[in-house]
């Protein structure tokens, strides 16, 4: 198990940015692969995006490609989600999720461990 917390949600306006970061408490962070998710009221959870343990893969939902930028730095054993271009429909609560594996997944069952969540809402 690896204990994560999330962080940097906020309120912030369409077209702005936001860095959300998952700080992991675990002795080698790079043996975990991380991944974000996300989940708007009334919704289920969805797949944002997701990092090797390395940091050399990653892979995005078709909603946010282009617009978010996952990274690692795997020496302070947090993983960022760089958020740009913010639209109202990525309001959500996101959520960062570790396995235990070197390769990435966008499927969130893979996943065993869970951070509790940061809120983000973009006002349009």
């Known amino acids: 198990q690896v204990q994560l917390v999330e962080s940097g949600g906020g309120l912030v306006q369409a077209g702005n940015s936001l860095r959300l970061s998952c700080a992991a408490s675990?002795?080698?962070?790079?043996?975990?692969?991380v991944g974000w998710f996300r989940q708007a009221p009334g919704k289920e959870r969805d797949f944002i995006a997701t990092?090797?343990?390395?940091?050399?893969?990653?892979y995005y939902s078709d909603s946010v490609k282009g617009r978010f930028a996952i990274s690692r730095d795997n020496a302070k054993k947090t993983v960022y989600l760089q958020m740009n271009s913010l639209k109202a429909a990525d309001t959500a609560t996101y959520y960062c999720?570790?396995?235990?594996?070197?390769?990435?997944?966008?499927?969130?069952?893979?996943?065993?461990?869970w951070g509790q969540g940061t809120q983000v809402i973009v006002s349009s």
């Open positions: 675990v002795r080698t962070f790079s043996d975990f692969a």
């Open positions: 990092i090797s343990g390395s940091g050399e893969v990653e």
């Open positions: 999720a570790a396995r235990l594996s070197m390769w990435p997944s966008g499927v969130d069952s893979e996943y065993d461990s």
